[in-house]
């Protein structure tokens, strides 16, 4: 069973770099299964895929946030992190990490496992 879990500060300022990291356990993340994605939902709003890291290290970034997006990892730790920098309040969401075969969906019928999610507030 996989499982995955959110970490990271509640509550960032505006214009600073939002740093999140994503523990996995139960499988490795630089096997051949799935894509690491990061995914938010803002209040009232639906998911927006944010980007994801593949097994073999690859990143891959939502257009609309690849200026302001890093995604990497830790194979010694098993872990996902990423790097959201210069946020607003329009940043304040719920910050989901997921586990599936594919990118880019917001549905989480796209994907095979998910962590809790983790609340953040940009104010200031």
């Known amino acids: 069973q996989v499982q995955l879990q959110e970490s990271g500060p509640g509550l960032v300022k505006p214009s600073q770099t939002l740093s999140l990291i994503c523990s996995v356990s139960?499988?490795?993340?630089?096997?051949?299964?799935?894509?690491w994605s990061w995914i938010r939902q803002p209040p009232g709003k639906g998911l927006e895929w944010m980007g994801a890291?593949?097994?073999?290290?690859?990143?891959y970034h939502r257009p609309s946030l690849k200026s302001r997006t890093s995604i990497s990892r830790d194979t010694s730790r098993n872990q996902v992190t990423l790097q959201l920098s210069s946020v607003t309040p329009e940043d304040t969401a719920v910050y989901y990490c997921?586990?599936?075969?594919?990118?880019?969906?917001?549905?989480?019928?796209?994907?095979?496992?998910r962590g809790q999610g983790t609340q953040v507030t940009v104010s200031s």
């Open positions: 997921a586990a599936g075969p594919a990118i880019g969906g917001s549905r989480w019928s796209q994907y095979d496992y």
């Open positions: 890291i593949s097994y073999s290290g690859t990143t």
């Open positions: 139960g499988d490795s993340i630089t096997t051949n299964d799935y894509y």
